[in-house]
């Protein structure tokens, strides 16, 4: 994602006392950890702060003909520069000392509710409006600078073999976890980095590398290898050592599915939980387990994400 725009300002700020009217342009709004002081919307809840493009606004008044005013979407900032709806959750906006956090692309339409809507019978902000909390408050005028600076997920891959890491054969199963990574992280237009290790089955080594992506806050750990019941096979006994909270759920469930036509999957020891501040998986050794269970993980984690980040978005 494009992390170097630097021509993104606000155009306009405006608030309305009421739900479901226009706002008006005003000549600053102020923030604080409730949103917009003043406006309808400011509560504790992550949708605090709307946004909208004037990129949107040209489209629509193609579609209306006829010229719509900054604030008739009910946002709270109109912004030039950036196609807003093209961002992602957890992307942050800095403008001046403010720091708002991205939390919803798009909306629940309203309908007759909307004051624009009940006039031309249709809206933007249901597919184009940007939703924000707020992370630092302060005054945000028209002509101010925003900053755009996408989250970035950092996460670690694992990979625990003694024969693998003694260069005896090649680990298959850590690359295939990058690979489905690589496709969740770009179908939900998120930016990422992901770092490999490939270790001996050695809980010491293993403790050591997971204790630095606990301390370093990482988003995701995934290891793959050592669930079995063999003398060497420690990973689930380690990484649950580190885990503030287990969701044995998920691991439950996909062993019932698969163990269903395979009975040797039920004797996979794998676990997730929350480590500090990262989503931790640990994952069987051979690559047909890592799409079967990388498949069913995926079902979920999403929601968990923003779970874990006090978003709901049920």
Known sequence: METKKTNIKVVSVNISTEKGIVKTPVEFIELNNKGVVGDA??????????LLGVESFKKFET??????????????????????????????????????EITQIGKKCHGSNCAIFHEVGDCVMPKEGVFARVIKGGKVKAGDKILYQPKVFRVMVITLSDRASRGEYEDLSGPEIVSQLESFFAANRWSHKIERKLIADDPDSLRFILRKAKEEKYDMVF???GTGIGPRDITPEVARSLMEKEIPGIMESIRLKFGTEKPNALLSRGVAGVMGESLTYVLPGSVRAIKEYMGEIFNTLRHLI???????IH
Do not use: C
């Open 41 to 50: 919307h400011a509560g504790v809840w992550h949708r605090q702060v709307s």
């Open 63 to 100: 579609q209306t003909r006829r010229p719509i005013n900054y604030g008739e979407f009910a946002e709270n900032i109109t912004t030039e520069g950036l196609i807003l709806y093209e961002t992602a959750p957890f992307d942050q906006l800095k403008i001046g000392d403010v720091i708002l």
């Open 223 to 225: 290891t793959t290898g």
């Open 306 to 312: 923003f779970m874990q980040r006090g978003v709901d």
